[in-house]
């Protein structure tokens, strides 16, 4: 082994190091000539071909900093963990995120996704299997209102330089692990105060419950009423499992009903219409996503998409910022209202 490859081969190392405690500035060339006992010369050669391998790059009077690139090319990856990829708007949210970091990107990555299932048990198996060569970035959907049994292997795989980000917000037990997640709250509570401020006064609910988003959103819709004071009461809001006669029931008497999302919309509105008993240009019905499912077939509903940067361009911005080590913070994406 040459002096240069020997060299290069300790520098690598010393990347790897830094990647791990996220120290992103490398030593001057004049730090490292004296580091590894080499000529001028010989150090910039060595850096120069870190910088062709992209694991480094060079500003005008900043020095040398890191890619956030692995010298471990089987670690350059990025994982998506959802309960179900292949259904609603993932295969699209999926093909859009890696769409945004290959164009968002100057150095290679690539993207694989895993499904969890919503099932805490097959979660610990993939992380298990991930913790054997650990991708820059793990993007995990939070699926639970539960503490998370697998935040030791999540801590682990922190501990080995993987990032985690939580979608949709973060567990109980790991607050401190930096999520991206829609303004539910907020868009629940205008869309309440903005439908009575237009007449409306018998507003009903249609929601999931089975994450913190989804929590936030049903407690953006009572906050509302009870600001209002109009009655929360259990009868002015369902949870998506409630048998279908109550649905009807709570559409019967409403003038304006909000659905969680569109992939909860969609079939009730539709079981809605085949039946009768709801018609679409004397009752408003809203919802979220602003989805292909709201605008199939003979009708559309109204749904709410986001202010200015989609969802998927939000994660990809922050999957690249965080591989170059810019801070780990939570990013609550707003919705557009009318």
Do not use: W
Not at 29 to 45: M, P, V
Not at 76 to 91: G, S
Not at 152 to 160: I, M, R, S, T, V
């Amino acid at each position: 082994m040459t002096k240069q490859e020997n060299i290069t081969k300790k520098i690598k190392k010393e990347i790897s190091q830094r990647l791990l405690s996220g120290k992103m500035a490398l030593p001057t060339e004049k730090e490292l000539c004296e580091k590894y006992s080499c000529s001028r010369q010989t150090i910039r050669k060595v850096l120069s071909n870190l910088k062709e391998e992209k694991l480094i790059n060079s500003r005008q009077g900043s020095g040398y900093h890191l890619t956030g690139l692995n010298p471990d090319s089987g670690r350059n990856h990025i994982c998506l963990l959802f309960a179900r990829p292949d259904e609603y708007i993932y295969p699209s949210l999926i093909y859009d995120i890696e769409k945004n970091i290959s164009s968002g990107s100057d150095i290679p990555l690539s993207v694989s996704v895993s499904e969890t299932q919503s099932d805490f048990f097959r979660e610990r198996n993939i992380l298990k299997d991930l913790l054997k060569n650990p991708p820059l970035v793990i993007l995990s959907e939070c699926f639970s209102l539960m503490d998370n049994p697998n935040h030791d292997l999540y801590e682990a795989l922190e501990k080995k330089g993987c990032s985690v980000i939580f979608l949709y917000g973060t567990y109980r037990n790991m607050q401190d692990f930096p999520s991206i997640a829609e303004g539910a709250y907020d868009a629940a509570y205008n869309l309440v105060i903005q439908l009575h401020t237009n007449g409306h006064r018998r507003i009903s609910g249609v929601f999931k419950n089975t994450n913190p988003q989804d929590s936030s959103m049903i407690s953006g819709f009572i906050s509302a009423l009870r600001d209002l004071d109009i009655d929360f009461g259990k009868k002015r809001y369902v949870i998506e499992d409630a048998p279908s006669s109550d649905i009807s029931a709570l559409c019967k008497e409403s003038d304006a009903i909000i659905f969680g999302s569109d992939e909860l919309a969609y079939p009730h509105v539709k079981a809605l219409r085949d039946k009768k008993l709801i018609n679409l240009k004397e009752k408003k019905v809203y919802s979220f996503d602003n989805s292909y499912l709201s605008q199939v077939n003979s009708f559309r509903i109204k749904s709410f998409s986001h202010r200015e940067k989609t969802l998927s361009y939000t994660i990809a911005k922050r999957i690249l910022s965080t591989i170059k080590g810019q801070p780990k913070i939570s990013i609550v994406l707003p919705y557009q209202l009318f």
